[in-house]
């Protein structure tokens, strides 16, 4: 089995799940961060020998961790909204809950998930555009000065689902044209630790593009049928069970 995990509203997301079936993934299913958090009924264990979940979704599907092949991770946050709070203290508190269950849940699947969830993100790491810029140097990536500002606002492409003129999945890069050296948006997603980063950049009369920002949640239609065939080879490849 596998999976796409995503918000309802996610059309990156919904784009690549119809391009999945088109090419005859299956089974495919497409599990929403609140389905996952509304089961009906639901089993999840922790040991010395790992971790696993077994849930029975509302429209009655049984959801396995151990018969899950290959996940494209596209959670962003735990769904809290719908719930009733009388206090800020107690919204606070159930959003902690609910992000750490899920974060749970997610870990079960993350040696088969593109991306894999950690500690400062869901499906990747969310950095601010520093940080961002420090790696993209690492990487070998010509990067404009740094603007640093006590605003708490993010800036365009630190981490918010930017534009992504560049898509890596893998090895791989997908996306705008670029005549520089792709091997630096290779290594930058290495450095990251996601297998599938959006990488937005700045273009000026005509000089090379400049690095303009990261994210482990970008727009993935830009890497359009080219990108579609190569994540079904990679999600295909990333159980060892998987056909």
């Known amino acids: 089995m596998w999976l796409v995990l995503c918000d ?28 996952l958090l509304g089961s009906t009924r639901s089993a ?7 971790a696993g979940f077994e849930i029975t979704l509302p429209d009655g599907r049984v959801l396995a961790s151990r018969d899950v092949d290959g996940v494209l991770n596209r959670v962003a946050a735990a769904p809290f909204g719908y719930l009733p709070f009388t206090t800020h203290a107690d919204a606070e508190y159930a959003a902690q809950e609910l992000r750490a269950l899920l974060l749970s849940l997610l870990s079960c699947l993350a ?8 500690g400062y993100g869901l499906c990747g790491a969310w950095r601010p555009a520093a940080e961002w810029a420090a790696l993209a140097i690492r990487a070998g990536l010509p990067v404009p000065p740094a603007r640093i500002s006590s605003s708490p606002d993010v800036e ?88």
């Open 8 to 35: 309802p509203a996610d059309r990156p997301a919904l784009w690549a799940y119809e391009g999945l079936r088109e090419r005859g993934l299956e089974p495919l299913e497409l599990v929403s961060p609140q389905t």
């Open 44 to 50: 999840h264990r922790v040991g010395r020998l790992g």
């Open 111 to 118: 040696p088969v998930a593109v991306n894999r969830p950690c």
């Open 156 to 243: 365009p492409g630190a981490g918010t689902g930017g534009r992504g003129d560049v898509l890596v999945l893998g090895e791989h890069v997908f996306g705008s044209p670029v005549a520089e050296d792709e091997e630096a948006y290779v290594r930058l997603a290495r450095l990251a630790g996601t297998d599938l980063l959006g990488i937005d950049l700045r273009r000026e009369d005509g000089r090379p593009a400049l690095f303009a920002g990261a994210s482990p949640l970008p727009d993935l239609r830009p890497g359009g049928e080219a990108f579609l065939d190569h994540l079904l080879k990679h999600l295909t490849g990333l159980s060892p069970g998987a056909p």
